[in-house]
């Protein structure tokens, strides 16, 4: 049997993780935050059908917030399009 005593040290070597999201990654939040919205917003309309036969009124508000959806996902799309094209002109 192989002691993994000796390869410990070379896996924990690295950089120690201190649980928190760099600023990198929490702009990133922030960019996409409208499509993560949207997509509650959605989640919860279709939640809110499970049990039950979705009356016109639902049929809306999930017609609604797909739409949201797509938009933002549209939004988030073009943005990053845009942040590419301009980002490599320079």
Do not use: C, H, W, Y
């Not at 999930?62 to 990053?80: G, Q, S, W």
């Amino acid at each position: 049997m192989k002691s993994i005593a000796a390869l410990q040290a070379a896996v924990t070597a690295a950089a120690p993780f201190d649980g928190e999201p760099s600023d990198a990654e929490l702009d990133a939040i922030e960019v996409e935050s409208p499509l993560i919205l949207a997509e509650v917003a959605l989640l919860d309309a279709q939640i809110m059908t499970i049990d039950r036969t979705p009356s016109e009124l639902d049929a809306r508000r999930i017609r609604r917030a797909r739409r949201r959806v797509l938009a933002a996902r549209r939004d988030l799309a073009n943005r990053t399009f845009v942040a590419t094209v301009s980002g490599g002109a320079a």
